[in-house]
């Protein structure tokens, strides 16, 4: 049964990777301006198909082993008790609101750097943030871990404010199970803070401000394990720095 699955989600990948060159190709002879823009624009429905790709590669969940590193490190996960021993109103609505500012993240900086006309700084903005994604989905795939969110009760004593209550509108009609560790949030904005801050310093000052918020709001929030983040970040680093050795 496990072979079947995964001959199920190897042609399903297959699939993307063939559609989305092909798209890529094609616009780039069709509206050669606006083609970089596409792999940014196909992140979301690609990551809305990932459960099915994991469930296709049939391979089980991972929590149990990240909970017993989540313990060995920390002696408890933080992701079940950190909001419960801080649970003040406008911490918390100002970690929602950086984990919420994950969407804006990704696509501002490209967005200015195109608009500025500096094509060579897009480029290489959208090629990191690709390779981020990439090694994530990867994961995901091969080795999905649900998070906390799935298995855990909201953290106990969690302030419900309205940024919180956005914030789970918004996973709960995107989010994907098993997309847990590594933090693909975490991950990419940190990959993203460290291309902005070598080619937009002024606009990286705030990517690094919100990534820091981010992952704060991550574990505070309940949305990933400590671990998760933990991994995201050095994942995030080893990608900016080889994409930035490159430079």
């Not at 590669?57 to 933080?78: K, N, W, Y």
């Not at 998070?147 to 419900?160: E, K, M």
Request: proline residues 8%; contains cysteine; glycine residues 10%.
């Amino acid at each position: 049964m496990g072979a079947l699955r995964h001959l199920g989600a190897s042609p399903l990948a297959a699939a993307h990777l063939i559609l989305l060159g092909v798209t890529v190709w094609v616009s780039r002879r069709a509206l050669p301006r606006y083609a970089g823009w596409l792999p940014l624009a196909a992140i979301p429905f690609l990551y809305t198909e990932l459960p099915v790709l994991i469930a296709g590669f049939g391979a089980p969940f991972h929590d149990s082993t990240v909970q017993r590193l989540e313990l060995a490190i920390f002696g408890a996960s933080p992701a079940a008790v950190w909001a419960g021993k801080a649970p003040w109103m406008p911490l918390s609505e100002l970690f929602h609101l950086g984990y919420l500012s994950y969407y804006l993240l990704i696509y501002l900086p490209p967005l200015v750097a195109y608009v500025r006309g500096r094509d060579e700084v897009f480029d290489r903005t959208v090629a990191a943030l690709i390779a981020a994604f990439g090694v994530c989905f990867v994961i995901f795939a091969l080795y999905p871990v649900a998070g906390p969110r799935y298995l855990w009760p909201a953290p106990q004593g969690i302030p419900d404010g309205p940024v919180r209550r956005v914030v789970l509108g918004i996973l709960g009609a995107a989010s994907a199970k098993g997309s847990a560790f590594p933090s693909s949030h975490v991950a990419v904005s940190v990959v993203q803070t460290a291309i902005t801050l070598r080619w937009q310093p002024r606009l990286g000052v705030w990517a690094l401000i919100t990534t820091v918020l981010l992952a704060a709001g991550a574990v505070y929030g309940g949305f990933h394990y400590a671990v998760d983040v933990l991994a995201g970040c050095v994942l995030g680093l080893l990608i900016a720095a080889f994409q930035l050795r490159r430079a």
